[in-house]
């Protein structure tokens, strides 16, 4: 490869299927290639996922340890004007090579990913490797900013994890009942909704309400609160997220979830959808008291909170609308392109 022709290795820690990978990275090809005229190489860590067993038990492997070695050759051999690196852990033989390429680096986290269980310093080791190496960091909040700066790295942007609010039609709030709380994860946060249950269980007492889960664990139950887990899918999401009037996000308040970058509520409001979120990260700076939702710590402020805007019809929609309003001016994937344009013009 040419350095003149303005190379840029993309490397994911996962697929389209990967959240992170998608929002952070994957979908910004077009703005790489049209706006910052860029050639794209990308790499996955791992392909996407499918549940036929042919392929999880064998296909998958194979193309995983395929993916792993065309990284390394790529590296090894060709040249790139810049190494876009998404979550992904490289080994510090491949980033010695970079160094002596003089690749220009650039490492992007969503999370705190540098938590280890305790004891442990793996995860710790890895990403203060990466952060070190990066020429420039990209975080999702500013909760992320002290490890890297512990790290030696003050090289720091916060760019929110975008969301495409022309994907999602605007809610409009719906008379009929039941009300839909919805809520966007995975099997593996699917333990925050415990953090509410009673809460929904009183709400329940008094309201016709029903639970729509995207994406969470087909098992989880709660007593007396009707519930209804879909699998999570992409050209299906905005359709799915339309079926809900009211977005919760609870977290608990310990390291990890205050890294986390508050994009459920992005897509929450994409949608016209009032939030209801814990005031943990930046869930207290995305939600504004009472404009696109409301902020609820104790379980007395869920019932409140949730109670207003099922028995308010029209505050929903008001939020909704202030909601949609707020991604479309400060987190959609436009504005955020250009702090990330800069970035790369930059190095």
């Known amino acids: 490869m040419n350095r003149k022709n303005n190379n840029i290795l993309v490397i994911t ?10 929002t952070r990275a994957l979908l910004y090809f077009n703005y790489f290639k049209l706006q910052l005229n860029l050639s794209i190489k990308w790499i996955p860590r791992i392909p996407q996922k499918k549940q036929t067993g042919l392929y999880k038990w064998f296909i998958f492997p194979l193309l995983k340890r395929f993916l792993f070695c065309k990284l390394f050759f790529y590296i090894l051999l060709f040249q790139f004007d810049v190494v876009f690196v998404q979550r992904y852990f490289l080994s510090a033989f491949l980033l010695r090579i970079l160094k002596k390429k003089r690749s220009k680096i650039i490492y992007d ?13 793996k995860n710790t080791d890895k990403t203060t490797r990466m952060v070190n190496a990066a020429d420039q960091i990209i975080i999702s909040s500013a909760e992320l900013a002290p490890f890297c700066r512990s790290s030696g790295n003050e090289k720091i942007e916060i760019i929110t994890t975008p969301v495409e609010p022309e994907k999602f039609k605007i809610h409009t709030p719906h008379l009929n009942q039941p009300i ?35 994406g969470a664990d087909p ?18 999401e905005a359709e799915h997220m339309d079926m809900m009037d009211i977005g919760i996000m609870p977290l608990t308040s310990d390291g990890y979830s205050k890294g986390k970058g508050g994009y459920k509520l992005f897509q929450y409001m994409a949608a016209g959808i009032p939030v209801v979120a814990s005031p943990v990260g930046i869930n207290s700076e995305i939600v504004i008291e009472n404009q696109n939702g409301f902020l609820a710590e104790r379980s007395e402020d869920w019932i409140k909170s ?28 436009e504005v955020n392109f250009k702090l990330l344009y800069k970035i790369i013009k930059s190095i």
């Open 13 to 22: 820690d996962g697929s389209w299927d990967h959240a992170s990978s998608r």
């Open 109 to 121: 986290f969503d999370d705190a990913i540098y938590l280890d269980k305790p004891g442990e310093h």
């Open 180 to 214: 839909v709380i919805g809520w966007i994860g995975s099997s593996y946060t699917t333990p925050y909704l415990k953090l509410i249950e009673s809460a929904l269980q009183e709400i329940k007492r008094n309201f016709d309400i029903k639970l729509l889960l995207i």
């Open 219 to 236: 098992t989880y139950r709660i007593a007396g609160v009707p519930i209804e887990v879909v699998s999570w899918n992409l050209a299906k």
């Open 306 to 333: 949730v109670t207003y805007l099922i028995e308010n019809s029209a505050e929903r929609e008001r939020m909704g609308k202030i909601g949609r309003r707020y991604v479309e001016e400060k987190y959609s994937r």
